[in-house]
């Protein structure tokens, strides 16, 4: 079946940049994309998502740092981080669907921890 791996996380100073990528078994082109997030003790949220024609939504916490995107002949999702707060540590899950906010399958998940 589908699978999805995310790969890039790490540790990184405030301020600074990360790039997510997250490759998938099967063909993406038409499905909706996303980047969830979760940090200890808070709940889940969808940072940013992406649909099969490229239209994206983000987090209003994320807005104009995040950018997702989208690479279909490499069956590869990405999600740039720029300008990095110590709010934004969490374990970043990448997920597919449908439709944006119909996810079907999710991956491992990758940390993320923002120093300050």
């Known amino acids: 079946q589908v699978q999805l791996v995310e790969s890039g996380g790490g540790l990184v100073q405030a301020g600074g940049s990360l790039r997510l990528s997250c490759a998938a078994s099967?063909?993406?082109?038409?499905?909706?994309m996303g980047w969830y997030r979760q940090a200890p003790g808070k709940q889940r949220e969808l940072a940013a998502a992406?649909?099969?024609?490229?239209?994206?939504d983000y987090a209003d916490s994320v807005k104009g740092r995040f950018t997702i995107s989208r690479d279909n002949a490499k069956n590869t999702v990405y999600l740039q981080m720029n300008s990095l707060k110590p709010e934004d540590t969490a374990v970043y899950y990448c997920?597919?669907?449908?439709?944006?906010?119909?996810?079907?399958?999710w991956g491992q998940g990758t940390q993320v921890t923002v120093s300050s």
């Open positions: 992406i649909s099969s024609v490229g239209i994206t």
């Open positions: 099967i063909s993406i082109s038409y499905t909706a």
């Open positions: 997920t597919a669907g449908h439709f944006i906010s119909s996810w079907y399958t």
